[in-house]
């Protein structure tokens, strides 16, 4: 668990590995956050290949660029097709010492100034969605639609499932990944997610446990916040193994502070 925070954002992240009977060796997730000088954040998850090489080589790999090259500033939209082309060409980059198979990971990413003007990037189907608590009512929607080869339009592998990413960071399919612009208002959350939550808590279920969550959070002092979002995070967790969710899971959170009645 990670827990970040300043006066305009406070960031929580969780990873936990599969579950036994453990379909491989190492969490093949990886995920993190970061603060930006200028008052923003960053914050990213990824979900590398288990069907590929080094899975977990892969994701860290990507995950690491994707954080590294936005150290001074919340990045433009440009900025962030040059950071997951760059995580593509950095996942190759990390296998080329271990081995000649290819491997692959999914990334979201979140990049967020201190206004709360920001760009979500993707590639594969690990999601973002944002938590609108100022909304009437309330509502929570993705921000990202997976690269999957049903809603691509693409055939599917013979051993493979529909559902299925069919673009991946690692196989040359930065060219392919989507970056869009929103917005986040004082008091709403962004999630970011991995299958092992997303394709395991119903979507209803999810929704109303992060407004049920965010609802909680006006007012509330920096500590008081992490503890609520670190909960919301165990909790999705929690949900997923409960629907049977033998995969790692691995979520990152930010909320957006400046409610006028927030607390430091």
């Not at 925070?5 to 992240?13: D, M």
């Not at 036994?20 to 930006?36: K, N, Q, Y």
């Not at 080869?149 to 690692?170: E, F």
């Amino acid at each position: 668990m990670l827990s970040l925070a300043n006066v305009h954002w406070v960031v929580v992240t969780t990873r936990v590995a599969a579950s036994s009977p453990r379909p491989h060796v190492r969490c093949e997730d990886a995920i993190g956050a970061a603060l930006l000088p200028d008052g923003g954040c960053a914050l990213a998850v990824a979900d590398g290949v288990g069907s590929g090489a080094l899975g977990d080589v892969c994701s860290a790999a990507a995950l690491a660029h994707s954080l590294a090259e936005c150290v001074l500033a919340a990045p433009r939209a440009w900025q962030v097709h040059s950071i997951l082309a760059g995580a593509d060409a950095a996942v190759r980059a990390a296998l080329e010492p271990h081995t000649c198979a290819r491997g692959a990971t999914t990334l979201v990413g979140a990049w967020l100034d201190s206004q709360g003007a920001g760009f979500v990037g993707h590639c594969g189907d690990s999601r973002a969605y944002l938590a609108r608590i100022g909304a009437s009512p309330p509502r929570m929607h993705r921000l990202t639609q997976d690269h999957s080869y049903r809603n691509l339009g693409l055939p599917t592998p013979l051993a493979g499932s529909p559902d299925d990413p069919a673009r991946m960071l690692g196989l040359g399919c930065c060219d392919a990944s989507d970056v869009n612009e929103f917005r986040v208002s004082p008091g709403d959350v962004v999630l970011l997610c991995t299958d092992g939550v997303h394709a395991h808590v119903p979507a209803d279920w999810l929704q109303g446990s992060v407004l049920q969550a965010v609802g909680r959070l006006r007012g509330m002092d920096l500590e008081g916040a992490a503890e609520v979002l670190a909960t919301l995070a165990q909790s999705l967790v929690a949900h997923a193994r409960l629907h049977r969710s033998r995969d790692d899971a691995s979520i990152a959170l930010a909320w957006r502070r400046g409610l006028s009645n927030d607390a430091g």
